[in-house]
């Protein structure tokens, strides 16, 4: 059945960094969907029909919905633990909460409330860590699948440096992982992501596991961390005495590539940089979580010029919040500290189509171009009476975007759509 949707609409096609006419606003747009899909896109006079029903959102924005291509769900309840940095982080509150995802109804418990939160601020799609359980991936992608989401997910691979209650070995990380993509990889919306946790809790012979899983499945994403912390890189050294960098770790097991991402990748060596862009492998900039945990500043403008492809995501649960609004927010003031500049439109391409083309999905989502995937969302600038008050002085719309950047959040999305369908209880 089609439907249409009227507002105003904002879609990308290029990236604003490089291009000046880089997207398509409809002050009054109409998409219409049908079967989950965009069928088309234009002003509502073209496409108004008294055959199709229709919600009217005016004077909200409509774009693509949110994209976060890296977090972690076994952390919705460690978000907000005061935390020194990383290594004592992981140690000290996130393996402990990990280890309960081996309980298959509070791995199911914890997906919903987790689905949730992400759809209720505004991100229809994402790349997720689970746990070293696999029970915590068939909950994440039941939940998913039952909301219709597009998802990338994957059981961690853990198998040294850390508690015992969550690591597996080389063998069952290989067996589970292989079990869960025959069962995930490709059904409706949901995709497997190979997932060594990164090289510190993964032993060679892991890594090689890893290595056979990409080989084998080509058409999988591959996710890990690199390069976050200071006191993280001089320890994987130590494990992995043999490697040039962190990166040829990665690299000697077959994992670079376009499907690979990276999680931070902040403190690289120009070694690193030429061979992420040479083999085309992204990195996922964390600002909320590198603020957090003390870890560093992202070098967004570095990357792109050395022609590394990069993703912006929220990184729960070391990251602060679930809003992919208030992580382009800090993601500016990173930026700034680095003398960079994250201009609005440029932040609202990177956190729909520009992470879509991070993950080679552009195609199916991050866009409204008609034959896509219809998740988009509801925008209200006026949501708060402090963006309300602020927005009497907006005239333009890139001031309109630089508002929700810096004080938006939940509270800015009026309403989400998955594959055309009105998730939240509200009607916008």
């Known amino acids: 059945m089609k439907h249409l949707i009227r507002g105003r609409t904002l879609s990308f096609h290029a990236d604003p960094v490089t291009t000046e006419q880089a997207y398509t606003y409809l002050e009054d747009g109409a998409i219409i969907t049908e079967n989950g899909k965009i069928a088309a896109i234009g002003t509502y006079a073209d496409l108004a029909s008294p055959e199709i029903p229709e919600t009217d959102h005016r004077p909200h924005l409509i ?43 509070h791995a199911s418990a914890m997906a919903g409330r987790f689905l949730d939160l992400l759809l209720a601020h505004g991100t229809t799609s994402a790349v997720a860590f689970c746990s070293s ?11 998913s699948s039952a909301r219709n ?43 497997y992501a190979i997932t060594p946790r990164f090289a510190i809790t993964s032993t060679p012979a892991q890594l090689e596991a890893a290595g056979a899983l990409a080989r084998e499945h080509p058409d999988c994403h591959i996710q890990t961390h690199l390069s976050e912390n200071h006191a993280e890189i001089a320890f994987t050294r130590e494990l992995y005495p043999q490697a040039r960098d962190y990166l040829d770790i990665y690299e000697t097991y077959g994992l670079l590539g376009p499907k ?26 964390c600002p909320t979580s590198n603020l957090f945990l003390g870890s560093g500043l992202f070098d ?129």
């Open 63 to 105: 774009i693509p919905g949110f994209i976060d291509p890296h977090l972690h769900f076994p952390q919705v309840q460690v978000i907000a633990s005061w935390g020194a940095q990383l290594l004592d982080w992981l140690n000290t509150y996130t393996f402990p909460e990990e280890a309960r995802f081996a309980d298959p109804d």
């Open 133 to 143: 359980h696999a029970t915590s991936a068939d909950a994440l992608f039941t939940a």
């Open 149 to 191: 989401m597009a998802m990338i997910a994957g059981k961690v691979m853990m198998d040294r440096n850390a508690l015992p209650a969550v690591l597996d070995t080389a063998q069952s990380s290989y067996d589970d992982s292989r079990r869960l993509i025959g069962d995930w990889h490709g059904k409706g919306r949901q995709l």
């Open 260 to 285: 690979l991402l990276l999680g931070h990748a902040i403190h690289l060596e120009e070694r690193e940089i030429a061979r992420m862009a040479e083999t085309g492998s992204r990195a996922v900039f």
């Open 300 to 428: 967004a403008d570095g990357l792109r010029a050395s022609g590394v492809v990069s993703g912006i995501a929220t990184d729960i649960g070391g990251g602060t919040s679930y809003s992919m609004l208030q992580t382009l927010n800090e993601g500016y003031k990173i930026l700034q500290l680095r003398n960079q500049k994250l201009h609005p439109f440029a932040a609202f391409h990177w956190a729909t189509r520009g992470n879509a083309l991070a993950l080679g999905m552009a195609d199916r989502i991050g866009t409204l171009d008609a034959g896509t995937d219809a998740d988009f969302i509801v925008l209200d600038a006026r949501a708060t009476p402090a963006m309300s008050l602020r927005m009497e002085r907006a005239e333009t719309l890139a001031e309109e975007l630089f508002i929700l950047q810096i004080l938006g959040d939940d509270r800015a999305v009026a309403q989400t759509y998955v594959a055309g369908q009105a998730m939240l209880g509200r009607d916008g």
